[in-house]
């Protein structure tokens, strides 16, 4: 989101008047019914998909040896500032907090699991972490405009979101240098995901009402949607690799949008100023982060409805994060009440809320489980 959209959207948050972090009562548990589905092991990138399940290698705990040994931290940047805070999940305290550069949206892992970075959006830079130390290494890394950032499938290229420019920049994922720009017709390029046979993405415009669809192989445009009316944000695709999951802010809800065709089929109503989605780590829910009204609503991916809808305590601003290793537990940003959420998901009360300055944005949670990361605050497959 653009610097002045995202002020008016704060200016609005702040008048409507949602609570500053602080404490708060748990919500009373929500009761969910269990849906049985077959999960087969998941196939290698780049193939047609044969399995039920495209995160089935994202199970609880299925750590890859890359990042078995590395301490379990939540990093946070603050969109607002030039710093990023690293939180111990253990003691929810924060453990340190360090330069990045100005205006980091986002911290994205490695495709190789080896490095995270933050997107230095307004300082046109990267900044790598270690998640070893949990510490910046290096100097910035120049790159331009890099609101967001993802990796293809097969790890050969970075692609730096360039919101602003309306570009998507495919980099070397190591040196980052450029390789090819792709410039998008539609206004506010800055989430996406991926195919289960990882031939193409599919891009959200938030400011055009569009999404894109982009062919990996000649890294061209292929197409567009027009979601009339819509604020698009997040993409996820769900378990089956079916159906690609929209969030909107502007109606509240996600659209459905089928995979193999790229048109839409269904609309489900979530709550106001839906934004990030987390599918769990069995494959069968979908957690969506509604920023408008403080809560998170959990659609049953099977069914393909609501099945329950978990309120913060006092109210808040739930935006971009990530479950736990084990899955037990979602981590967000409270974008507009300077704190981060981790929440349940067992029975979705609130666990804890820690004070980050700034407003925080998308926070990773790392190490995640699975054989590498598509990028954003960690696509897993």
């Not at 609005?12 to 019914?33: D, I, N, W, Y």
Request: hydrophobic letters at 35%; charged letters at 15%; proline letters at 7%.
């Amino acid at each position: 989101m653009s610097m002045t959209k995202r002020f008016l959207v704060l200016a609005t948050v702040a008048a409507a008047g949602l609570s500053a972090c602080g404490g708060g009562s748990s919500p009373t548990p929500s009761v969910s019914r269990s849906v049985s589905s077959t999960t087969l092991p998941a196939g290698g990138h780049g193939s047609t998909p044969t399995t039920v399940n495209i995160y089935a290698a994202d199970g609880p705990n299925m750590l890859s040896p890359v990042v078995k040994n590395m301490p379990y931290r939540i990093y946070v940047p603050e969109s607002g500032g030039d710093h990023v805070d690293v939180i111990d999940p253990n003691t929810y305290k924060v453990i340190d907090r360090y330069l990045s550069g100005s205006n980091p949206q986002h911290i994205v892992p490695a495709w190789n699991l080896e490095t995270l970075y933050a997107t230095n959006d307004l300082g046109n830079s990267l900044t790598a972490i270690n998640p070893y130390t949990s510490l910046r290494e290096g100097p910035n890394i120049p790159v331009t405009d890099p609101y967001n950032m993802y990796f293809t499938p097969d790890g050969k290229y970075a692609i730096v979101v360039e919101e602003a420019q309306q570009i998507l920049a495919f980099r070397n994922p190591t040196t980052f240098a450029l390789e090819k720009s792709v410039s998008v017709d539609c206004p506010g390029v800055d989430h996406g995901d991926f195919a289960a046979d990882g031939t193409f993405a599919v891009f959200s415009c938030e400011f055009s009402s569009k999404l894109v669809k982009i062919d990996l192989a000649t890294r061209t445009v292929s197409g567009y949607l027009s979601l009339p009316g819509s604020d698009p944000q997040d993409v996820k695709l769900d378990s089956a690799g079916q159906i690609f999951y929209v969030a909107d802010m502007g109606r509240g809800g996600v659209y459905e949008i089928d995979a193999a065709t790229f048109h839409s089929v269904g609309f489900l109503a979530t709550g106001r100023m839906a934004h990030g989605l987390y599918v769990s780590r069995d494959g069968k829910s979908m957690y969506v982060t509604d920023r408008g009204e403080g809560a998170i609503s959990v659609i049953n991916l099977a069914t393909r409805t609501v099945r329950a809808k978990w309120m913060i305590p006092g109210g808040g601003s739930p935006d971009m994060g990530n479950l736990s290793p084990d899955g037990k537990v979602l981590w967000v940003s409270g974008r507009y009440n300077n704190c981060v959420y981790a929440i349940s998901t067992v029975d979705g009360h609130l666990i804890a809320k820690i004070p980050v300055p700034d407003s925080p944005h998308g926070l990773s949670v790392w190490p995640q489980p699975g054989r590498y990361s598509l990028g954003h605050t960690g696509i897993m497959r």
